[in-house]
């Protein structure tokens, strides 16, 4: 067995096929100085200056939690949401992403699960908070305001003022096979799994889908994918500081700023779901469209129709890949790639299709998407607490895809649909049993069952059949309210 | 991907590359229902009679527990063992093997996560067993006589008396994926793992031992691997079945009846570690010796130089297979095979060898040996009750054995020495945490360690450091009274 082809851009920077994150933030950081890393409203930060915040943030974790504690986070985009990850894994810590989004008992399940010893979060998500302390907590870190109600809690309570006058912390990642985070994504039935990834997958992953995607130093992406997904990680930040690029990080995707933003930034990378370009492609056209300064986008899975007049219109080239939280990216855009196939399999990652009893089918028949990697750490380490759940992914050795798809003779892949319950609601994946537990809280409920239902904009669409409780008094607006404080605005059915 | 080699033996017999075990017996009994199948003491079955057999113990389970209920067995090699296992197996039903050898705190902790409801024993066994009660069991059959105390136990007592009564049971195994036993196997650390394994494991690799080892209808099997371990069930009884030979069953070796057990059953197959080569070769040399009825041995990893003095003065033929209770046979005999070697992957593997970083090493360096099934259900499904050693030992989607190996360039394996501190004697793994454990219940003893220390015999010999309290008055034999009384023999420090 030979090594498959390394990621270049990787080996360029870093001397080795492998790295860990804080290591090739280093590596690019002595290589481009001042070549600007982000853009944030009217503010950027060379590679240099975010190497240094990220080390200031190493240095205040030496000053405030203990060597094994884990760090987790609980923001929308913004520069602290960067310097907290890159920081948090410099210093040798575990990050645990937590989506700003969610709320109420799920929200409060996945940060007991974090076992973190530190949030880090900003003003308006007190309220929305259950008690820290009892979901193993000793520390919170704002990075905006402190809000007066936290000083009285039973936490440590940091402002971000603490982490700018911490000195430089020392970079201890060194280990490319070490855990780097825990993300948070849907299982098939029950609660979402808490994915446990290794840095190796980032820095190889991200090295790939620059070298796949032709990303440059010149490149400036429209980064609004969340920093608690893996999207926004690994192929929008993590391919990124391979290629040596800017990122022009937004809080969400604006239907409305979006062309505003572009131009601003001079963005020539965007990324999203196939939604993004049916909402853009819906805008009533305007003169000098097409003069935009995109050049590419990281689309998921888009319709070739969809794919050809987003294309034609607005003169921008669609590429795709096809993965997962678990392991990413399975499939890179080749040449020769049929409309219709999210790509071929990139060099880490064997991609087989299996029929119901795990032996491959004939090429071209349709069955389970599974993997097995080609090189070491570039998967998820194991679905945490749920090792059951990650022993039975792993049956035959080969990694089970909840997705049906078939191979053509050339090895292109073609994703046909999604086996799992889960809900895949504009590019979060909604659990159905999480959405199901959250409304039989209500007085009102008797029973509910939760479904995706097919939406031309989202994709899915959360739908709830609702049995009420005799003299109930509630409606469907009703619903929606008490749904809509208690879970991720994404979650809430229509 | 193409399917690999299927086991042509197996196709042969049930039309497919995959099976139940019952299936395949049945499949031979139906083929050659007069050939025999068991030779035991005085009698004998034929395979139409051992399939009878077996359908009847499935009949008696049909009348004495529900059918999700599991059966363990803690029993020497006997027909009844065969009949329970096979029974088991064809109603449906998981079975648990507990080797007789066992004792004391091992054998109480290996009943418990048995999981059982019945459980199959002797009479002897009884003043060995703990409150099975305790332990989930409800049931007990003993396959000789019924110990008087037992009937006042809280069990359901039940006697072989009630097995040849029952009708015959239905053929519930139809899944060669499904769950068939559990084996235990002393770990790396800590107590011995719960081996889940699947039904095609044992008829792909019974087909593959046989047809490497060419053993044909004719051969007639000293068999006195325990049906406890998987040699005893996989490279002898089920590569029997395969082949359409002859069992002639043994409760254990004996260096001194070994010979004329040969000469009586006219064996042509034997099988053992390289100890047992050990043991014949220091016997003094009998006239006509050389004349034996023995064409064959499966032997485990002979040194050269033993194995070519032995096929010198007994004129049989050495051969190995690698392998090891999760996942056999890793490798089989090959042609060209080099001296020392174990053989080549069989068709059902890829093995490889990796660093410490899990990547491989160039061909011809050592490193652990490693390996991914080609097809599916051909090994464990899981450490039960441990899945996170589990997971750790499926890291990167390879299954990682205890052992250094290296491959040469034709693809022969090496086997180099274990990475595990499990002491390997005579054939049996003594995990040294369960002997300290036991032997730190002698009221004399303040502390001890096992380690295992080389034996020309057995491989490794167990010795333990022990540090008395003040005032002990214990000796070195007494602690070996202490340790008979409460473990197997084979785990006892010599």
Redesign the interface.
Known sequence: ???PEPARLLRDLVGEG?ATIPQLLAARAARTPEAAFLLHRSRSWSYAQAWRESLRFAGFLEGSISESDRVASYLANAPEALWTWFGTLASGRVHVSINRAHRGLVLSDMLARSRAALLVTDRAAWPLLPELRDRGFRNILFIDEVPEAARSSELAVWSWDNVVSSGDGACRATDP?AAATVIFTSGTTGRSKAVRLPHNMYCRGGAHVAEAFGFRAEDVFHAWLPLAHIAGQLHITMSAIAAGASLALCKTFSRTRFWEEVAEARATVFAGLSNLLSMLLMEPERPGEARNSLRIGLIGNPPPALQAAFERRFGVTIRDTYGMTECEPLTLPAAGQPPGSCGRSGPDFEI?I?DS????VHPGAIGRIVM??R???V?M??YEGD??A??AA??????HTQDLGRLDEAGFLFFIERLKDSIRRGGENVSPAEVEQTLSLHPDVEACAVVGVADPLVGEEVKAAIVLKPAATVDAAGIRRFASSRMASFMVPR
Chains 1, 2 share one sequence.
Request: charged letters at 30%; a negative charge.
């Open positions: 067995m030979t090594e492998r096979a087989a299996h009893q795990d032996r491959p097995r990697p090189v070491p750490d998967m380490q194991a090792e059951e990650t022993v792993w049956r035959n050795l080969w990694f």
